[in-house]
C-alpha cells in the first residue's frame, strides 16, 4: 500500500471526525467573523476570505467542509497546519459558517474601475 | 595621455564649440555603450559647461594648476563636476566639512547640488530611486563612520538590485591632527571595510591626484554592468590642506564609459538553436532590462519565435499588454517547459524549484524540482562578474546546461541574430499557432486578474485589488511612473496598471531592507519632477517609520510625488513566520495580555494607532486622515493629483487588507 493511499485514508477519516464534531455544534457565522481575525486567517486570506498575495481565495462558494477542514490540520504546504490545541473543532466550524455567509462576487464587468 | 592646457575661462564663441563637441562625444559614448537608460538625454541643463568639462568631452585629460591657499577640496570638486553628476544626497558631518564647504561656495551648489537628507540610509535609497530613473549615478557623502553605518542597510540594497552610487564619507585620519573627544570616536583606520563586501570597488586617497583617478575610476567601475556601489574615504586633512607647490601639476582623467561585457556569441548560437526548435520554451527575466532599449530588444526576442516571457518583475521588462507577456502563467509554463533561458534571474534556482516552509525535512523546508526531467536550461547574467562571498544574495546554486556570463541587455542584440539565423522557415506555423494560443491565455489571465479583484471590492479595510485600481483611475491618462510597491501589494499594479515604458515600474529594493520605500521613491520622484512625469509609490507603513525625515527632504527641495500609504497596521511578512512557529509548536499565538493586538505580540503597528497625516503635514505635505471606507477613496485620490500637480508631496492615508 502507497504512502500516498495511507495519508489519504488518514485525511479522510480525519475528515469525518471534524464533520461529526462540527455538526453537533451550532455553527454561528458572527462569531465565526471575529475568529476569522482573531486565528489571524484574514492575513493571508483577506477579512472577507477574498484572498491575497499570500494566501488563496477561501469565499464566496467555500470548499466543501471536510476538505477545507482536512487541509486546515493536515496541510504540509506554505501554510501551517492549524491542528485542534491551536485551533479546536467549533471554532473551525464557526469559521466555515462565516465563509459560507460571504455573499457572491459582482461580475467584474459591472465594476467601472475593473474595466479602465 | 594627451593633454592640453587648461581653459580658465569660456567665452561665447568656446561655450558654442564646446557644445557642439559634447554632443559628438555623447553620441560616440552611447554608440559604444549601448543605448542609455530612457530620460537620460532628456535632463534639461541649464548650465554652461565648465572648462573642465569641455576639456574632457573632447576626450583630453585636464590639467590643473595649482593655486597657493586654494584648498583641496576645491580640486576634489572640480572632479566631481567633471562627471555630471546632479546630486549629492547627504546628512552634514564634520567629517566632510573642508568639501561642503567647496560643494556650496566654489562650486555654486550646482552638479552638484547638496540634498539635505536626515539619514544617510535615506541619502543612499534617494540615490537609488534617482538612478532607477535617470541611469545616472548620484553621490552620497557621510560621516565616515557613525554615517556609514547608518548608510549600510541602503548600500545593501543598491548592491543587491544592482544599482550605482557613489559613496563618499569623511575621515580623519591621521591621529595627530584630529581632534580628541568626538572626532576621534568618529574616525576609523579604514572606514570602507564595513562596506567592502557590499561595494564593487572603494579606495581611501591620500593626495589630490590620488583622488582624482580614485573618483574617476570608482564612478567608471559602478556604471559597468553589472553596476554597483562603490566607496571612496576622504581624508578630512587632505580636504583642508591647501594646494601648493607639492600637489604637482593636477589633471582630471578623462571618463569614458566602459562597454557592457555581453554574452560568448558561440554560446549564444547554441542556445539560439535551442530556442528556435523548442515546443515549450519560456524567457525568465528579472533585472534583465536596463532601459527602454532592453525592453524593445526583448520583445523583438520573444516575437521572433512567439516565445512567453515571464516578468519576476525587478524590472519593467515586458510590456503587460503583450501577448507574449505571461507572467501570470509562470508557474504553469515552467512546469511544461522543455527549455527555460533565465535573463539576469536573481534567483535561478528558486525559478526552477520549489521550496516549502513547512518544518518537513527536520524543520528545514522541503524541495521540489518545478520542471520535467529533461528540460533544458540556459542562463544570461551578469552576476557572475561580483567576486563577493560574505552576502548571499547569489542565491542557491543552480547547474544549467549553457551557462553565460555577460550583461543580458547588451547580448540580446547578439542573442537575435543567432535566433534569426538558426530560425528555418519550416517551424513559422509552430511559432504562429503558439502566439495564438498566447493571445488566448493572454486573454484569459487578464480577464482572471479582473474577476479576482472584484472579491471583497466593497470591503474595509479596503482590499488591495480596490486600492490598486482606484490609484489606476486617478493616473491613467499620464505619463506616470511608479517608483516603488512595498507593503503587501504584490503584483496588483502589475495586472490593473498598464506597464508598458521602462519607467513606469523601477522596481522593488533589491535587499529587501526596510525602510527603501520612502526615500528612493522621493529620489525617484526627483527625478521624473524633471522629466514632467507623475510620481506615484505604494508606501509601506512599517517601512515609512524607519526613516520619515525623508518626508521632509521632498518638501524642502520641492519634490512633489503621490504616495498611497498601505496602512495594514502591521509587518505582515513576521505576522505569519510568528504564526507558523507557534502552529509547528501547537501553541495558540499570543496577542497580548492586557492590549489585545490583531496580530501575534511584537508585529504591530497599533494601539496606538500612527497618525500619518500629522506625520507627512509637520514636514510641509499635504495628506488625508486615514480613509477605510472605500467609497471615499476615488475622491480624495482626486484631490491628492492636484495637490502633486500643483508642486506638493501628498500621502493618502488608506486603511487596507493585510495583502
Redesign the interface.
Known sequence: MSVLHNVCKVAALAGCLILGQAAAHAASAEKGKTLF??Y?C???H??????????P?LA?NPLPYEALANFVRT????M????E??LPNEDLADIYAYLQSVPP????KT?P???? | MSKKRPQSEVSRRKFLAGAAVTGAATSASVAKAGTPPIGAAKIPTVLRPTAQQIALEANVDVEVKPEHGRPGSDFMVDVIKSLDIDYCYANPASSYRGIHESLINYGKNTKPEFITCMHEESSVAMAHGYFKVTGKPQMVLCHGTVGLMHATMAIYNAWADRVPVIVVGGNDLDAARRAPGVPTYHSGQDINAMVRDITKWDDNPVSLQHFAQSFVRAYKMSMTPPYEPVMIALDGGLQEEPMNEHSGNLYIPKYIKSAPPHADTAALRDAAKLLVNAENPVIVVDRMARSQNGVNLLVQLAELVQVPVVDQSNRMNFPNTHHLNQSEQAQALIRNADLIVGLEVSDFWNTVNLFIDNGLDNGFGARQSRVKPGTKLVTISSAELNQKSNYQDFQRFQSVDISMVGDAEASLPYFIDAVKSASSGDRKAAYEKRGEAMKKAWTQSHERSRQTAAVGWNAAPISVPRLTAEVWAQIKDMDYSLVSSRGGIGAWPNRLFKMERHHHWLGGSGGGGVGYGLPASVGAAHANNKLGRFSVSFQGDGDMMFAPGAMWTAARHKIPYLSVLHNNKGYHQEVMHVQRMSNRRNRVANLGTVIKDMGPVGTRIENPDVNYAKLAESMGWWATPPISDPAELGPALKRAVEVVKSGQPALVDVVSQPR
Do not use: E, S
Open positions: 481575525m482573531t489571524g484574514f492575513q493571508c483577506g477579512t472577507v476570505g477574498q484572498g491575497g498575495n499570500a494566501g481565495r464566496p496541510t504540509n504546504r506554505q501551517p497546519p492549524y491542528r490545541a491551536v462576487t459582482p461580475d467584474y465594476i474601475l475593473l474595466n479602465n
